[in-house]
């Protein structure tokens, strides 16, 4: 049970990555019917991002461990929602009109750009987030130590999450987001900046994509150009499952998504977790074709 | 009927010279000292070559979004590994086999997930090829010899002739490209092929029209499967080893890429469209570090200069001026203003 | 007419693919995997030869001919690497030395046994390799099944009774991996009690960890590569597993450190062939002294110096036999004995495998050396 419990832990806590990042998929989605591949290299960036200030700036000994990864955040935050500003600004723009596919594919170019100029910049090698930023202790939660950057992570995942749903929800900017979600034309009608609304979507979302990047950083210790193409598609497979387009949908496919795979890695077996993963993936799918929480769209005649 | 022959014609007649001028450039390039190089180049174009158009039938033709098509490349290659490496037959025995395995597997698992729409479809196939790839990496059923692969397949011999060097193997490979293009170009132009199309715009209408959408759709999944399982057969004496790491999810982005920027659907479009993506990716190599950096800044800039596709998707055209007249209103009327000019399908 | 014109468009064309040729000069070529994962093996490795070849020439090259390097970039992937062969072996060269991961040097074999080029793998120890019958393969990276043993020996020397083997589903962990499994079970003297393998290039692996603190082992041998282990021993302090993780040649890598942290890292031990700082040979000494200079810093590791030695292999050959592929392999499997070279003296049998027993069992202190241990 205590190892239960742990692997429980554990899979909650890759998964608020995973829903964070996811959230940035779903959002995107929800607005352009995108699918934004170059999204994972966003969730990279910032995670460069945020090793590049904690060493420039040698933060580390000479600011309080508890306010360094808020500065990391909100800066890192900040860096790559100028990139997906840019990225939709120059890659999607211009395709807005095109077939959709088309900016799949473009999509697709700009992750590759993306991981190869990190690539360049940074060396290919693995960098690693010095061990010993933060040293919380373990809490107890039915009787087993749990860590607390679990709890962090999974904390500070569902506060972004409660944020943006709060957001979308109950602001006049939230229902203008919502409205071009629906339909860009009758919101254009009704006097919303719809060019606006598209890349305000692409700084949130990116910016939450850096936010977690971050937070991967500073607890899991090592990241590396490519990480973005796996963690991107498993967002992307979160999101899917949770119904795309559904932020409370994005959050609970994340958390699924890592559980499933650390009960499969724990019990099953290390080597088919990713293969078990997709497989209930695609039984969801079967079951629910548009998601857990995704809407059942008729289809327009 | 006229305008209809012409076209067929322009694009025959394109094809033959396209096919002839390669066979003289390989003649070239056998003949010149560094030319190798540039023959394995353009024999892995080829084999990207066959296998969108394969991949063309299923997301081109059919609109459906198929993004794993490499699983059943793999599994083609992978079916041809075992028979040939480990059972010992000939290469060119294990053809029909790999071809029928791999369109039985794309029918059994598309079976369940083929309602699923657009994006989720997508999701699938991914999650299949991935699935596949890691079954192959865990030596599944201890056929696929996990992560190494399966090593010392034989080249394809042929009555008596054995295809070893890459000009050889050149004819081989670009020989199969060509009867892939002629029946897969008569394949468009038939009932069947004009019902996947009526499918792809319009699915509603097509049901309504009598047109068996899921039935359709499964067989446009396995006969685009089965022609991808032969490129598997080819490929694996190709490359000779066999193992996991070269069916990876990025080929099948590429092979996507190679299919959407072709123009969907369009056949000469595809073969354009694996010269600019394969070939580049190979020519890119020269600049080291820089190359795939390069390489994602171009599908970006590409499809941004082109976001229709090299080539236009060509609709079906039909010649309306001989309807002028022939009804008292509407039609007419219409058919009149337009007379002499085609109606056109809207995406 | 046509036939005129096809032969004419053939020349053209044949001129403009045309390369240069150098006649006096002896060209090597070199595969080795410059981006893609093992990118810090693959540079340091292309770092090595270029030094040696500057100091070969300087001292007059092979018998009054330069040398020259052709270099082709195998991206660390199987791929990438058959790709990069062909190329190779499309510019003639007679002999080529890489690469690094036993999967990559795979995917190149058959192309360049096909070419007739001589090839010897640097960082590749997977079994099968050399046991294909190749007659122009070789390699001066030792083989798994000497590791196997010695990882068993150094096991039961340390007082381990029961073992967790992880692998990384790498040809090579994957290989090691059964190979140090049935050791065990051959032997009888420690037991396995977990056989599982992590997905390579995650960032949290604490499922796996979590799985092994339940299987309670007395020591964790993991057979995959550097990266991993640095994040392992890293995740493994944090999680309260206790049982100390021991890894295999792969392993042997600087980045390590830097990537765990000295603390983490502590206590971590490795099977592995000697370091050249733990040779002391006035051939390593030299080459050392050299690459310090030219670089300010030592090699990373051990497998691009084992390129080194491929390189002095095949200079002893040339010079003796000159550039032909087929005199080169000949001189390497019967003439080469007992060359000095940077990581021991090398010698090949009649498969292309190094003759000799290299694996020592090494211990990282608090600073994040790598201590060789007394046998």
Known sequence: MDIFITQLSNGLAIGSIYALVALGYTMVYGILRLINFAHGDLFTIGAYFGLTILVSFALQGNVSPLIIPWILIIMAAIGVAIIGFLLERVAYRPLRNANRLAAVVSAFGASIFFANALKLIYSPNRQSYPADIINLPNIPIFGVDIQSKRLIMFGTAVLLMALLYWYINHTRTGTAIRAVAIDQGAAKLMGINVNKIISLVFIIGPALGGAAGVLMGLFYGQIHPEMGFSFGLKAFVAAIIGGIGNIPGAMLGGLLLGVVEAIAGGYVSGSWKDAIAFGALIVILIFRPTGILGERVADKI | ?347 | MIKKTMLALATGVSLAFAFPAFAQDVRIGLMAGLTGPYASEGQDTKRIIELMIEDLNAKGGINGNKVQLVIEDDGSSPGTAATAATRLASTKVPAVIGTYGSAVTEASQDIFDEAGIVQIGTGSTSIRLTEKGYERFFRTAPRDDEQGRVAEESLNKLGFKTVAILHDSTAYAKGLADELKAQIDKNGRVNTVFFDALVPGESDYSVVLTKLKSANPDAIFFTGYYPEVGLLLRQKKEIGLDAPIIGGDASNHVDLIKIAGKDAAKGYRFISPPLPTDLDTPVTKEFLASYKAKYGTYPGSIWSVASGDAFIALVEAIKAKGADSEAIADYLHNDLKDVQGLSGKISFNEKGDRVGDLYRLYEVDGDGNFVLQPE
């Open chain 2, 1 to 347: 009927m006229e305008a209809l022959k012409q076209t067929r014609h322009i694009g025959f007649w394109t094809g033959i010279v396209f096919f002839a001028l390669m066979a003289v450039l390989a003649i070239a390039l056998e003949s010149s000292s560094g030319g190798n190089t540039w023959l394995r180049t353009l024999n892995n174009i080829g084999i990207f070559t066959a296998l969108a158009l394969s991949l063309n039938i299923i997301l081109g033709q059919t609109g459906l979004f198929n993004m794993g098509h490499i699983a059943f490349f793999a599994l083609g290659a992978y079916v041809t590994a075992v028979l040939n490496s480990v059972l010992g037959w000939p290469i060119i025995y294990t053809l029909p086999f790999a071809a029928c395995i791999t369109a039985l597997f794309a029918f059994v698992v598309a079976l369940p997930v083929i309602h699923l729409r657009g994006d989720y479809l997508l999701v699938v196939t991914i999650g299949i090829s991935e699935i596949l790839r890691i079954a192959f990496v865990n030596d599944i059923f201890g056929l696929t010899q996990g992560p190494n692969g399966i090593t010392g397949i034989q080249r394809i011999e042929l009555f008596g002739y054995r295809f070893m060097s890459q000009f050889a193997q050149f004819y081989l490979i670009w020989g199969f490209v060509a009867i892939t293009a002629c029946l897969f170009y008569f394949l468009e132009h038939s009932r069947f092929g004009r019902a996947l199309n009526y499918i792809k715009y319009d699915e509603v209408a097509a049901s309504g029209n009598g047109v068996n959408i899921v039935r359709y759709k499964l067989i446009a999944f396995a006969l685009g499967a089965f022609w991808a399982g032969m490129v598997g057969t080819i490929y694996a004496p190709f490359i000779r080893t066999i193992s996991p790491g070269l069916f990876e999810f990025k080929e099948s982005v590429l092979l996507f890429a190679i299919v959407i920027l072709a123009g969907g659907g369009n056949i000469v479009g595809i073969v354009l469209a694996s010269f600019l993506l394969v070939g580049m990716r190979d020519v890119l190599t020269m600049f080291g570090d820089w190359s795939m950096l390069l390489f994602g800044l171009m599908m970006v800039v590409i499809m941004i200069i082109r976001p229709q596709g090299i080539m236009k998707p060509r609709r079906r055209q039909y010649n309306a001026g001989h309807l002028v007249g022939k009804f008292p209103s509407g039609i007419g009327k219409k058919a009149g203003l337009s007379a002499g000019n085609q109606a056109e399908v809207v995406e």
